[in-house]
């Protein structure tokens, strides 16, 4: 008995005169084995070498052999509908005509669909034969915009293996794509969308050298499919809502980098660490551990420096480099708002979520600046998008994922902590669900460990590492912070709760509501009303499970929401607007939520809509950063660096900065980069260290540098000052030793 009944399967084929007769015989070969009946279809794609005269040669030999010619050359996409078109059989085999795919693992194809009972069986790539950097480009060039900006999630989208029932064509609308490789990603969207079942197989692959190669990396093909993808969101989204979308993105990057040199953010805590990251690039001073905290004095991870490192790297040793970095974070982040935010709120709230974060005084503040915080929002987004995948979706191969943006998120400010409790929630939901269904046990359990080695190696081994060498300091400073001890935490429940809308209005008014803490209060106090309104009248009127069945996104990030803030509670210092990094995205997402709500229906309700969507524009426009002249911190702080450095005559200096809450790496960097640092005084090497002058910047005044008891100034001994001097309005002093 053959494992198929009727087969048909086609090639499509460009100037593969080296390759094609090999592949077809293969395929026949193989067909007259399995399949009672079948049919194999050459597409001919306009050739310029004799792959015409080669597919018709064969086409006379095998009755079993058609050629469709293509004249001119009309594009990969043209051959894939070609081919699915003419075939005339209930299963359809798409395999590329240059021989890197072996036809014997059909086997695997057939299998898999009678395990799973799916309409397409897509192959993907056991190991791909091609150049590393090849296959890193496709990933990040063309296969991960398309998952962002489609929400199509296939292990290799393109790769040219793939079962298709015929059903599927004849049910889907026409396929448009032409010339680029979107005619996959085009089909398998409209077939997602029609109900069709999706799986996958891995394929083994062979390398280009010792097939027919590929021309789907040229510059021309990758544009092309560029095009087709764009077109497809403009017909899907409409025309409109593409250019809305178009332009808050073009938004976000002007707020973000208008006049970024000197809107940006340079003071001790940026100082040191272009500092760290320039000496890793330029004397190889690899680290292990990160900055530490400015509350609990705990060290992070080092992943911020990594990550700071090729931008560093990019603007030779400039501190632009990576604020620019931070800055297309944020720009990212305003996307993913969206892309993540319409599987959770829908369409249109996610739009209007991304537009208000595009818009968001303290988002921009925060974008405007290399610091460690800033890149939290981004990794905490993607972080809790790949809970919701692995939760909804099953789909745990994202949990490596996970495992990589939570050490971010985490080496970004320990209170990415805060961020765990909501993670493991769902990630026990899942199994759960796994235990009950037994299905998928294993594949859950091998990328949770996966996850969590990434996890492990990129966060716990270096800090333990340091611990180990360093007496345990990081343990015990964490373990006074969790226990209270620095009275910077209290772990009452009470407390956590009564502290919880506080924060609830805080939160609302500095990002979503432009720090007016009126219009802050009543859009907290809205939104808590009518998602309470929400939960009872489609939980406790029917029941818990329902409300979370038909809204699984709201429940994702009203869990997100409540219990970070319910873990905030229990801090007891002050908090900053950068704490909130791991649920920045949360108030947009509800007030866009609310919007919509008040926008379905009649005319009214939009014109309200658009009324309170200008409003919540205009208290942004009045707080936003870019209505104040620039701080110019960056060319102060170089300014004043190169005078010290003219004034000390190239002779050893120390330095000291007088100031309420900075400290002088900022300068010391620029003097480091031009090979000219200031000697750090160590009390016990006093002799070696103690230079005859030393350079005292005053950023708080009135100042009085030979009394002050700044640790650089009473180290440096009895001193008198030399000369005096005024630059960028601050004083920098010159001092020498005095012997009375």
């Given at each position: ?22 592949t ?15 049919e194999?279809i050459?597409i ?60 014997k693992?059909i ?13 397409i ?21 063309w296969e ?34 032409e010339?680029?490789p ?29 097939v ?10 990758i544009?092309?499919?560029?095009r ?15 250019i ?25 805590d ?30 992070l ?37 969206y892309?993540?935010?319409?599987e ?35 990794f ?18 994202w949990?490596?994922i ?10 970004s400010?320990?209170l990415?902590l ?39 190696l ?7 590492w ?8 990081n343990?015990?400073a ?14 009452e ?15 609302f ?6 720090k ?7 859009m ?29 996104g ?10 970070g ?11 900053y ?6 649920l ?75 100031a ?26 006093a002799?070696?260290t ?19 008891p ?31």
């Amino acid at each position: 008995m053959k494992a198929i009944d009727k087969l048909s399967v086609f090639l499509p084929a460009y100037n593969e005169e080296k390759m094609l007769a090999q592949t077809t015989r293969n395929v026949d070969g193989v067909l007259r084995e399995i399949a009672a009946d079948y049919e194999i279809i050459i597409i001919n794609d306009g050739s310029k070498d004799k792959t015409g005269e080669i597919a018709g040669k064969l086409a006379s030999q095998n009755k079993k052999i058609k050629v469709i010619h293509h004249s001119p050359n009309r594009g990969y996409g043209a051959a894939v509908k070609s081919g699915l078109y003419a075939a005339r059989f209930p299963w359809i085999v798409l395999i590329d005509a240059d021989g890197q795919f072996d036809f014997k693992e059909i086997d695997k194809f057939l299998k898999k669909q009678k395990e799973t009972k799916a309409d397409i069986v897509i192959g993907y790539y056991l190991k791909r034969g091609v150049r590393f950097y090849r296959v890193l480009g496709s990933k990040l060039a063309w296969e991960l915009p398309i998952s962002l900006l489609t929400g199509l999630k296939v292990r290799d989208i393109d790769c040219g293996f793939k079962l298709i029932s015929k059903k599927v064509i004849d049910k889907i609308p026409k396929l448009e794509s032409e010339r680029g490789p979107f005619i996959t990603t085009e089909f398998l969207l409209k077939a997602k969308k029609k109900g069709f079942k999706i799986t996958q197989v891995g394929v083994h692959h062979s390398p280009d050298e010792t097939v027919g190669g590929s021309t789907g990396a040229s510059l021309k093909v990758i544009l092309s499919a560029y095009r087709d993808l764009f077109r497809f969101l403009i017909r899907k989204n409409g025309f409109g809502f593409f250019i809305l979308l178009v332009l808050i993105t073009i938004l976000a990057a002007l707020l973000r980098f208008w006049h970024l040199p000197e809107y940006m953010t340079f003071l001790g805590d940026e100082g040191r660490d272009v500092l760290v990251v320039k000496r890793m690039i330029v004397d190889h001073k690899f680290r292990l551990i990160g900055p530490v905290t400015s509350v609990g004095n705990m060290y992070l991870g080092p992943l911020y420096y990594y990550l700071m490192l090729p931008a560093m790297f990019i603007s030779l040793l400039s501190p632009v480099g990576p604020a620019a970095m931070v800055a297309v974070l944020s720009i990212i982040t305003v996307a993913l708002v969206y892309f993540y935010g319409r599987e959770w709120v829908g369409g249109k709230a996610a739009l209007m979520a991304a537009f208000l974060y595009a818009i968001s005084p303290v988002a921009i503040i925060y974008s405007h600046s290399s610091w460690n915080p800033n890149v939290m929002p981004f990794f905490a987004l993607i972080s809790i998008y790949a809970i919701w995948r692995i939760w909804q979706k099953k789909q745990f191969w994202w949990l490596t994922i996970l495992g990589i943006s939570f050490s971010f998120v985490l080496q970004s400010h320990w209170l990415g902590l805060l961020l765990l409790p909501t993670i493991g929630l769902f990630w026990l939901m899942t199994l759960i669900e796994i235990l009950r269904s037994k299905q998928k046990r294993k594949k859950f359990w091998l990328h949770s460990f996966f996850g969590f080695g990434f996890f492990l190696l990129l966060t716990v081994v270096p800090l333990v590492w340091f611990d180990l060498r360093h007496g345990f300091i990081n343990s015990q400073a964490f373990s006074k912070f969790l226990t209270g001890q620095e009275r910077s935490s209290n772990f009452e429940i009470s407390g956590a709760f009564s502290g919880l809308w506080l924060l609830t209005r805080n939160i609302f008014t500095r990002l979503a509501a432009g720090k007016d803490l009126f219009w802050g209060y009543w859009m907290a106090l809205i939104v808590t009303i009518l998602v309470g309104l929400k939960i009872v009248r489609e939980s406790l009127l029917t029941s818990w499970h329902r409300f979370i069945s038909r809204n699984p996104g709201l429940f994702l990030i009203l869990i997100w929401f409540l219990v970070g803030l319910l873990c905030l509670g229990i801090y007891k210092q002050p908090i900053y607007d950068h704490y909130f990094g791991f649920l920045f995205p949360i108030p947009f997402l509800l007030v866009g939520w609310i919007l919509v709500m008040i926008w379905v229906g009649k005319l009214p309700g939009r014109i309200l809509t658009i009324l309170l969507l200008a409003g919540l524009f205009c208290l942004s426009v009045k707080e936003s950063p870019l209505r104040y002249p620039p701080a110019y911190q960056l060319q102060k702080t170089q300014t004043i660096a190169n005078f010290i450095l003219d004034k000390a005559e190239d002779k050893p200096f120390n330095l000291a900065l007088i100031a309420e809450r900075n400290y002088d790496d900022a300068y010391a960097f620029f003097m480091e980069k031009q090979g000219k640092p200031p000697v750090r005084i160590e009390p016990e090497k006093a002799s070696e260290t103690i230079t005859d002058q030393l350079f005292v910047i005053c950023e708080q005044l009135p100042c009085q540098p030979v009394y002050n008891p700044k640790a650089e100034v009473a180290m440096f001994g009895w001193s008198q000052i030399e000369e005096q001097w005024t630059i960028e309005g601050i004083e920098v002093y010159k001092l020498s030793h005095y012997y009375p």
